[in-house]
């Protein structure tokens, strides 16, 4: 037996429970990303599938899992109204699948390592209090949101679906800290007792409606099930709406789920990296067989894999299981799985939404200083009211900001020094000194002291002095050997701007 195997049947005692999990998180996922995009319900159900068993058999990140995206919902729905029909659209997917595997030999995954890491962080709790907004409905088991008084809203609550959600919360976080059945996933025991409960409630003023259960297609033989296949108009290839469309996906998936491959790198217990551009790969396969089954665009998923990791997942092998479950209930018991009511899966996702926004992550962030703090806060904050790209977007350019503003406020030592002769400024210039640093240099040697008499500009340290900041000096040494001053350029001159090859030192006396 090869060492990979016995790795692999030594976790499955961990993944096998954990794949139990993000198959009851991902399930209600896909149904839900597929209405919102304007597709079949199956193609959601179809896309949770391949990103199990296709994708996690290509990747090697041990803990991501790939499925329909939140983030793509918009595009999709809009995609498909402006292509006109769902069997063009499915061109574009695979279209968007083939870039990915072009990126991936590009060697494109690196790009995500670039990302700081307060917007990573901020985007994960942006995801984690998103999901909390988007279960509280389902909690309460209320249909429209819609009301126009507060007595409407107390009318709407189905108190049955709310029992079930708050007991299924309580189990969530206190069964596993019971040694004696923590070896059974406490979502498993959720989603029975919550079945059991709307058998119970039946016929009192706490039964359950059926638009608060879920609902997956049925189908009676195998003949039913080959037809919710879909398959892709290639007639429509040389469509210009269907390339345009085709690498909005493209770039949009690679780039969310790079961030997610971060994100969940960062969560894993075991600290392991995986390989960006093996992902993008499994992400190409995914999205070419996804898009020529039906299915919708998938990518890694952050809710799926976090979910993954706080059931204690170890390997891939926990992806490819929830993707086998998956199919499993569609072609075996759709009518079971249609009894489990929303309620408790949206408990199974708030327990998962507060694991990754923890009110003492906000105080942890704040402690590390505004320049970690702000990014996190505006990522954050622009995630919960726009959408994930703008919201990371909007994290970098703070980011930068910060960066910019270090940079200009260390780019020199500023040092006095006084003796019974005379009284002496140096600025030690930093390695870089870029034309960001102009102003504050300027500054600075504009508001020498008058009563200093020698001024030392030292470069020697510098690998790289932009020649706008040469000028700047330039100009204050003629200024300051007009007043009568000592100025001193050590290493300063017009070769400067270039890199330096070697140090040799050249002190510069201009007197008057």
């Known amino acids: 037996m090869s060492a990979f195997l016995k790795l692999s049947l030594r976790d499955l005692k961990y993944d096998i429970p954990a794949s ?54 918009i595009i999709v729905l809009g995609a498909i109204q402006t292509l006109g029909a769902y069997d063009i659209f499915l061109v574009a997917v695979v279209i968007a699948g083939i870039l990915q595997l072009i990126l991936s030999f590009a060697k494109a995954g690196n790009i995500g390592s670039y990302f700081p890491s307060s917007v990573i962080i901020g985007m994960l709790t942006a995801i984690g209090i998103t999901i909390i907004i988007q279960q509280i409905p389902y909690g309460l088991g209320i249909n429209n949101l819609n009301f126009s008084s507060i007595d409407n809203f107390l009318g709407a609550i189905n108190f049955g679906a709310l029992i079930i959600c708050l007991s299924s919360v309580l189990i969530l976080i206190y069964w596993p800290k019971i040694k004696a059945v923590k070896i059974v996933p406490a ?6 007792l919550g079945v059991l409960s709307c058998f119970l409630f039946r016929g009192t003023i706490f039964e359950i409606n059926t638009s608060q259960l879920v609902n997956i297609p049925v189908v009676e033989n195998l003949w ?33 789920t790079l961030l997610s491959i971060e994100a969940i790198d960062k969560i894993d217990p075991q600290k392991r990296n995986s390989n ?18 039906g299915g919708l665009p998938l990518t ?8 993954n990791v706080n059931a204690g997942g170890k390997t891939r092998q926990s992806a490819i299981l929830h993707g086998v479950w998956m199919l499993l209930a569609v072609v075996l018991i759709p009518v079971v799985i249609n009894m489990i009511p929303l ?10 939404g507060y694991k990754l926004a923890q009110p003492m992550l906000f105080i942890q962030t704040f402690k590390k200083g505004a320049d970690q703090f702000v990014p996190f806060i505006f990522t954050v904050i622009a995630i919960v009211f726009t959408d994930l790209l703008t919201g990371v977007g909007i994290g970098i350019v703070a980011s930068v900001l910060y960066v910019l503003r270090n940079n200009m406020k260390n780019s020199f030592d500023y040092g006095v ?40 500009i030292d470069g020697r340290q510098s690998k790289f002095i932009d020649k706008d ?30 890199f330096k090859t070697s140090k040799k030192s050249k002190y510069v006396f201009n007197k008057r």
């Open 20 to 73: 139990i999990v993000v198959f009851l998180v991902a399930l209600p996922l896909c149904l839900g990303i597929a209405m919102a995009s304007g597709a079949p319900l199956f193609a959601g159900i179809l896309t949770g599938i391949i990103g199990g068993v296709i994708v996690a058999s290509f990747s090697n990140s041990q803990l991501s899992v790939s499925g329909p995206a939140a983030g793509l919902t």
């Open 187 to 192: 979502p498993l025991i959720v989603v029975i």
């Open 224 to 256: 039913d099930f080959k037809n919710l296949f879909i398959f892709p108009d290639f007639s429509q290839i040389f469509n210009k709406d269907v390339w345009i469309i085709a690498f909005t996906i493209a770039i949009i998936a690679s780039i969310e």
């Open 276 to 293: 960006t551009n093996r992902e993008l790969l499994a992400q190409g396969v995914g999205n070419i067989t996804s898009g020529m089954l």
């Open 300 to 307: 890694s998923v952050i809710v799926r894999s976090s979910a």
């Open 343 to 352: 309620s408790c899966l949206a408990a199974i996702l708030l327990v998962t």
């Open 417 to 456: 020094h006084e003796n019974e002769y005379k009284q002496s400024v140096t600025f030690k210039l930093s390695e870089e000194v870029s034309f960001l640093n102009k102003p504050a240099i300027r500054f600075s040697l504009q508001n020498i002291p008058k009563n200093v008499k020698e001024i030392i």
């Open 469 to 498: 900041v040469i000028m700047v000096i330039k100009e204050y040494e003629t200024i300051y050997v007009n007043k009568g001053k000592q100025v001193q350029l050590l290493e300063i001159n017009d070769k400067q701007q270039d």
